[in-house]
């Protein structure tokens, strides 16, 4: 059992968080993560770590189905004895049997203390991967027997309030995920923003820090999803004033019918300025050559530092994420440009607490990428969350 904060905080309100998965699913992890954060905002937090209440609480019971049961009913009896008297319990335990999760859901429903079940549905597969305390590699070589999610059954949750895909996101992201339950019930301020608020906020604040500093900014479009988000955030942050910045597609020649559609619908419908640089018109007057490949994403460089110049755009929005390759952790949000438009890691310039530097000589331009901290995933879960429309592709084979 650990104690992550004592002094209760003005905000403090009882609750139980239970964290259910497999073995080295991620479950601690994210539970200490929520509890520092809990702790940060002046909450009173216990992690019950499920180790920790083996050693000590039920210690004796091994692991047949009535022991698992009995360790999870102890676990659940201090949980809600916790949560009714004001601490934010935080269970991270395998608690493999549905039968046995569901009781300790009554009993924090009969005295009326808030309950909420997480999945964390990392596969077995990435499980036996982490093997963070050697369980799989000793099961495997037949010391172990009776593991769960191997050779002892897992009963998944079938309505929990939360899953975890962790294999999918950080477990920073994950523990935002679970705060934003708690805020979403009240349980907790609500001062604290989701992570995917927080990306938002941040996004927004550099699209208007680009309005104040600049004079002709443009935002890349492609009409791909990262682009359509920096749209949607753009939208977002002027509204309900119209967008100061001019939408630049570079067109290969290669795209759905269907996304120059949506492009077209999308600028009439919120009176957007466009501008399209095409590599077709590039190749038809013998400035750029076809790859062997056929490819033509490489080929975009030279029309789109054309376009730039000729429109004397002095910042460029792009979509770049901080998981697409090792090549973004150099870049900044603000990412100057030369003449040629190209880029010197050593003339970039820091940005503390989130000041932008945009100076420029003339000829320079500066790429900002609001999507700096996203990552693939926070681009699909915010998609759904706001409902962004996106192109609808028929990839059936024509008859």
Same mark, same amino acid.
């Given at each position: 059992? *650990? *104690?992550?904060?004592? $002094?209760?905080?003005?905000?403090?309100? !009882? @609750?139980?968080?239970?964290?259910?998965?497999?073995?080295?699913?991620?479950?601690?992890?994210?539970?200490?993560?929520?509890?520092?954060?809990?702790?940060?905002?002046?909450?009173?937090?216990?992690?019950?770590?499920?180790?920790?209440?083996?050693?000590?609480?039920?210690?004796?019971?091994?692991?047949?189905?009535?022991?698992?049961?009995?360790? %999870?009913?102890?676990?659940?009896?201090?949980?809600?004895?916790?949560?009714? =008297?004001?601490?934010?319990?935080? #269970?991270?335990?395998?608690? +493999?049997?549905?039968?046995?999760?569901?009781?300790?859901?009554?009993?924090?429903?009969?005295? !009326?203390?808030?309950?909420?079940?997480?999945?964390?549905? *990392?596969?077995?597969?990435?499980?036996?991967?982490?093997?963070?305390?050697?369980?799989? @590699?000793?099961?495997?070589?037949?010391?172990?027997?009776?593991? *769960? !999610? %191997?050779?002892?059954?897992?009963?998944?949750?079938?309505?929990?309030?939360?899953?975890?895909? /962790?294999?999918?996101?950080?477990?920073?992201?994950?523990?935002?995920?679970?705060?934003?339950?708690?805020?979403?019930?009240?349980?907790?301020?609500?001062? !604290?923003?989701?992570?995917?608020?927080?990306?938002?906020?941040?996004?927004?604040?550099?699209?208007?820090?680009?309005?104040?500093?600049?004079?002709? +900014?443009?935002?890349?479009?492609?009409?791909?999803?990262?682009?359509? #988000?920096?749209?949607?955030?753009?939208?977002?942050?002027?509204?309900?004033?119209? #967008?100061?910045?001019?939408?630049?597609?570079?067109? /290969?020649?290669? =795209?759905?019918?269907? #996304?120059?559609?949506?492009? &077209?619908?999308?600028?009439?419908?919120?009176?957007?300025?466009?501008?399209?640089?095409?590599?077709? &018109?590039?190749? &038809?007057?013998?400035?750029?050559?076809?790859? +062997?490949?056929?490819?033509?994403?490489?080929?975009?460089?030279?029309?789109?530092?054309? $376009?730039?110049?000729?429109?004397?755009?002095?910042?460029?929005?792009?979509?770049?994420?901080?998981?697409?390759? $090792?090549?973004?952790?150099?870049?900044?949000?603000?990412?100057?440009?030369?003449?040629?438009?190209?880029?010197?890691?050593?003339?970039?310039?820091?940005?503390?607490?989130?000041?932008? =530097?945009?100076?420029?000589?003339?000829?320079?331009?500066?790429?900002?990428?609001?999507?700096?901290?996203?990552?693939?995933? &926070?681009?699909?879960?915010?998609?759904?969350?706001?409902?962004?429309?996106?192109?609808?592709?028929?990839?059936?084979?024509?008859?």
């Amino acid at each position: 059992m *650990t *104690t992550t904060a004592r $002094k209760a905080g003005p905000r403090a309100r !009882g @609750a139980a968080v239970w964290l259910t998965g497999l073995p080295s699913a991620g479950k601690t992890t994210i539970a200490r993560r929520l509890g520092d954060r809990l702790k940060a905002e002046g909450h009173r937090v216990e992690v019950l770590d499920g180790d920790e209440i083996r050693r000590f609480l039920s210690a004796g019971l091994g692991f047949s189905r009535e022991d698992r049961n009995t360790n %999870v009913q102890r676990i659940g009896l201090v949980s809600e004895v916790l949560a009714r =008297n004001g601490v934010l319990s935080v #269970v991270p335990v395998i608690a +493999p049997y549905a039968d046995s999760r569901e009781a300790v859901r009554k009993r924090h429903e009969a005295s !009326g203390t808030p309950y909420i079940e997480v999945h964390v549905a *990392t596969p077995v597969d990435v499980c036996s991967e982490r093997d963070v305390k050697g369980l799989y @590699a000793r099961q495997a070589a037949g010391q172990l027997s009776g593991l *769960t !999610g %191997v050779d002892d059954p897992y009963e998944p949750p079938e309505a929990p309030s939360l899953v975890l895909p /962790t294999q999918l996101q950080t477990p920073q992201e994950s523990a935002a995920a679970v705060y934003a339950v708690l805020a979403e019930r009240g349980l907790v301020s609500g001062f !604290g923003l989701s992570h995917l608020d927080a990306l938002e906020s941040e996004a927004v604040h550099i699209f208007r820090e680009v309005a104040g500093e600049f004079e002709r +900014p443009v935002i890349l479009f492609s009409g791909g999803k990262d682009s359509i #988000v920096m749209l949607h955030l753009a939208l977002k942050a002027f509204a309900p004033a119209p #967008v100061p910045c001019t939408l630049l597609h570079v067109d /290969t020649g290669h =795209n759905f019918p269907e #996304v120059i559609e949506y492009r &077209d619908r999308v600028v009439a419908a919120h009176g957007l300025r466009l501008h399209v640089a095409s590599v077709q &018109d590039y190749i &038809d007057r013998g400035v750029l050559r076809e790859r +062997p490949d056929g490819t033509r994403n490489p080929l975009q460089t030279v029309p789109l530092t054309e $376009k730039i110049q000729s429109e004397r755009f002095d910042a460029v929005f792009g979509g770049g994420r901080r998981d697409e390759e $090792k090549a973004r952790a150099k870049e900044r949000v603000f990412s100057l440009r030369d003449e040629f438009s190209q880029w010197d890691p050593r003339r970039q310039r820091p940005e503390l607490w989130n000041l932008y =530097n945009g100076r420029h000589a003339p000829g320079e331009h500066v790429r900002v990428f609001p999507l700096s901290n996203w990552t693939e995933l &926070d681009v699909w879960q915010y998609i759904a969350r706001e409902g962004i429309e996106l192109p609808e592709i028929d990839l059936r084979p024509s008859a």
